[in-house]
């Protein structure tokens, strides 16, 4: 196990690539913030961005990034390929868009933001996942993308993924958080060399996460608040977690969490924590 010690310690992708264990979130954060809100990221510390094509704000945080003055090769940049762009053909334009728009000639992780599941294509959604999955495969091998990799992939989508893929998903970025573990999810992608990003780390928007008791009462013993005692609980399993804020003093926060360690008792003890909110999102039942 590799030891953390800032949120810019390294994983290690199954292709080589190297990852800073913490990022720093952007859904949510409206184009006319985002410029500041990445900026303050970067000048915070945070060397990980994560953002989408669907939040609407890749070029905001194209632009954060540029004013951030920091050099490019020592950001790691991920978007996700939105739903309705799946396919070949889409997968490539929308790709070139999402650089357009980050004013950047590369990415270091791409992801298929959601499957294509059975609900809203039948039996054609393995096809479309699959000619998808080769675009991102072909861009890859241009150079043009670090790593790729997946979002709300169920074990059963990669199964079926695989059997087409000539290069394996280095990522999957799933909704992880007090109260929704996604403990099998996680240990098969885990056993596959997958590793594991964690959207809405703190629960997301509106989640009561954080005034949940027995996470305040862990926080108190170490002098820590809810969000860190959260974050720490995610990376001590070998996750990613993304947390965002768009204030300074969250930002900070969420980075100190690296002068503590929660015993194995009040890991567990997380982790059997339910009905805290969030998402909870099944990708297959999506329909957008
Ligand atoms: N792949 C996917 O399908 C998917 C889906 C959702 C999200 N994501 C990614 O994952 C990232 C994180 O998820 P998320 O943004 O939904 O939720 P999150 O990071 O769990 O929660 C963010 C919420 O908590 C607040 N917050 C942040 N730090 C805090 C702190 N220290 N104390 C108290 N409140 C705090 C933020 O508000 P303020 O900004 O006001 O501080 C925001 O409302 C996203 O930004 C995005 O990059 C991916």
């Known amino acids: ?3 953390l010690t800032s949120i810019n310690s390294k994983l290690n992708l199954n292709n080589g690539t190297q990852i800073p264990c913490v990022g720093y979130g952007t859904f949510r954060t ?27 704000n890749e070029e905001a945080v194209g632009k954060g990034i540029k004013d951030s003055g920091i050099d490019r090769k020592d950001l790691f940049v ?56 080769r675009a991102m495969e072909d861009l890859y091998n241009e150079g043009k993308i670090k ?14 993924l695989m059997k087409t893929a000539k290069v394996a998903p280095a990522v999957d970025q ?12 996680v240990k098969y992608l885990q056993a ?23 996470i305040l009462q862990i926080a108190d013993k170490y002098g820590k608040t809810a969000a860190q005692v959260c974050l720490r609980w995610i990376i001590q399993q070998g996750i990613v977690p993304l947390p965002k804020s768009v204030h300074e003093n ?22 059997l924590l339910t009905n805290l909110g969030g998402q909870c999102a099944d990708p297959d039942e999506a329909d957008f």
Not at 174 to 185: F, S
Not at 192 to 214: D, F, S
């Open 147 to 160: 790593a790729i990799g997946l979002s709300n992939f169920m074990p059963h989508h990669i199964v079926e």
């Open 78 to 133: 991920t978007s996700k390929l939105w739903n309705d762009n799946r396919g070949y053909d889409s997968t490539k334009k929308a790709f070139q868009e999402t650089l357009d728009h980050l004013q950047m000639d590369y990415l270091d992780l791409y992801l298929i933001h959601w499957p294509a599941n059975q609900k809203q294509f039948g039996t054609k959604a393995s096809e479309i996942n699959a000619e998808t999955w």
């Open 1 to 3: 196990m590799i030891e």
């Open 30 to 56: 409206p184009a006319d913030v985002a410029e500041k809100a990445v900026a303050d990221a970067i000048k915070v510390g945070y060397r990980h961005i994560d953002t989408a094509a669907v939040y609407g």
């Open 250 to 271: 969250r930002m900070i926060q969420n980075k100190e969490i690296f002068d503590f360690v929660l015993t194995d008792d009040e890991m567990k003890q997380i982790s």
């Open 174 to 185: 799933i909704e992880v958080h007090p109260g929704w573990p996604h403990t099998e999810q």
């Open 192 to 214: 596959h060399n997958i590793l594991v990003e964690a959207w809405a780390p703190l629960g997301g928007q509106g989640a009561h996460v954080m005034t949940n008791q027995t």
